[in-house]
């Protein structure tokens, strides 16, 4: 159970960092010597801006998709013994999606902030992440090393 503190963290955290982006009148701004680069980028769509058309598509989507990984993941919790890398990832993954499908809700979009403009992968360089991305990528990380170990 105390891995959805993770969850909770994603969501209470994402939220505050985007509001300091909202108010940020310095960027676009690299740090990091340039390896990242903080902007604001509103994605109306799906990764990579996919299906941006119709913005209504990505949120039916994303809903579906969360209720169904929910439905069939939350009772794994309830039924025994879970490992913790596998109750981390699926953690990971419940934040970071319910931030993203929140901001698409509230916002009508879903706020990217950082890039990796020095990235040797042409592609990576133009993709803007946030937090929650981060998380799901993570998170279906940890769930591949899971399932690769058991």
Known sequence: MVY???SLLILIAEPCIKRQIDRDQSLPRRIWRGHLLL???????????????QPWLPKLI??????????HTLPWFFQGEISDL??????LLYGGGLSNLL???LRGYVLDYF????????????IVFNLADICIFLGIGMLLLYVCLT
């Open 39 to 53: 902007r604001r980028h509103e994605n109306y769509g799906l990764a990579l801006g996919q299906l941006k058309e």
């Open 86 to 91: 596998l109750a981390a990832g699926l953690c």
């Open 115 to 126: 890039s990796f403009p020095k990235c040797p992968w042409k592609r990576l360089r133009r």
């Open 103 to 105: 901001d698409r809700f």
């Open 4 to 6: 959805f503190l993770l």
């Open 62 to 71: 994303v809903i579906l998709v969360m209720l169904a990984f929910l439905l």
